[in-house]
């Protein structure tokens, strides 16, 4: 298990970011900000769809099955990516010349706060997702069959709220990318916040909102 979390860390984990640079390299700054948010709502439904489905395989098949079919559909999503998605179309060029970036990047001054704000944001949402599935086991006092029952919708709720804020609220407000960093983090707070000293399951699912609409 920790072999394979740590293969996911390593090299899974590249999967969103390595996408959003795809579509950053093929629209205009302008169109920039609506398509990557569109792409990561495709992470959103199957996230929303994923909770509730592996808990039905989980009852049927064992706690094991929703990993062993993630691993299959895992391989497929990437020999498809290999087979459909060619490097053909050029990345968009726009009429003022590319800033200089300094290599390493981190090193550049303009960067470097995005790049801290990144993994700050990515290390509080692990910590939150990794330990929110414990904290239900231990707030509704249930055993580890039992508490993929009550983390489908608690999850599906956080990725609809997820999907709330890429495909409706960032298209239609028009925000900057500084006030959806500040009002983001601060949505999320509230989520975690709300987590820590209840044990009310209604309570818990509108934690996961906030949580979601915050990470979205």
Known sequence: LVLSRSLFGLIGSGTNPAAQAYVADRTTPEER???ISSLTAGFSVGTIVGPAFAAAIAAALGLLSPIFLSAILSASVALLVWLKLPEETSPKQVGRPRPRILNPMWLDKRIMPYVLFAMALSVSVGIV???YGFAMMDKMNVR???????????????????MLAQLVIIPRAHLSNRILMVVGAFL?????????PTDQYAVLIVAQFFVGIGNG
């Open 129 to 131: 997702f990794q330990s």
């Open 188 to 196: 999320f707070s509230i989520g975690v916040f709300l987590i820590i």
């Open 144 to 162: 580890d069959t039992e508490v993929v029952n009550y983390l489908g919708p608690a999850y599906s709720m956080g990725a609809a709220a997820t």
């Open 33 to 35: 900000q609506e398509e």
